[in-house]
């Protein structure tokens, strides 16, 4: 099975000009769902990712974590997060 993996994604707002900082597709789809239009749960984030990449690449399936390091809640920890996996519901990416 093909994985996409990008960990440690962090959004700042800086562009670049070289080509090979405008080539992460990935990223910058997720990019444009974190900052874009406010989720009340990061769980809603998190499908809203999954459902972007499974419509745009051909993978079988991928696999989402949101991490909150800043959540607001009483007590002490280092993140909250939430993972999702999901799979391609396309019929041309079945197996042999």
């Given amino acids: ?11 700042y707002g800086y562009h ?3 080509p090979e900082e ?13 900052c874009g239009r406010p989720h009340r749960l990061i769980e809603s ?3 809203a ?4 990449l499974l419509e745009r690449y051909p993978v079988t ?5 949101v991490k909150k390091p800043q959540a607001p809640v009483k007590g002490q920890f280092a993140w ?3 993972e999702i ?6 019929k041309d990416l079945a197996g042999p």
């Fill in 45 to 47: 984030v998190a499908e």
């Fill in 22 to 34: 405008q080539s992460a597709r990935v990223f910058e789809i997720t990019q444009s769902i974190v």
């Fill in 85 to 90: 996996s999901r799979t391609n519901p396309r």
């Fill in 80 to 82: 909250m997060a939430v």
């Fill in 61 to 65: 399936g991928v696999t989402v974590r």
């Fill in 1 to 11: 099975m093909d994985k996409i993996i990008v960990e440690g994604m962090e959004f």
């Fill in 16 to 18: 670049g000009t070289l």
């Fill in 49 to 52: 990712i999954a459902a972007s």
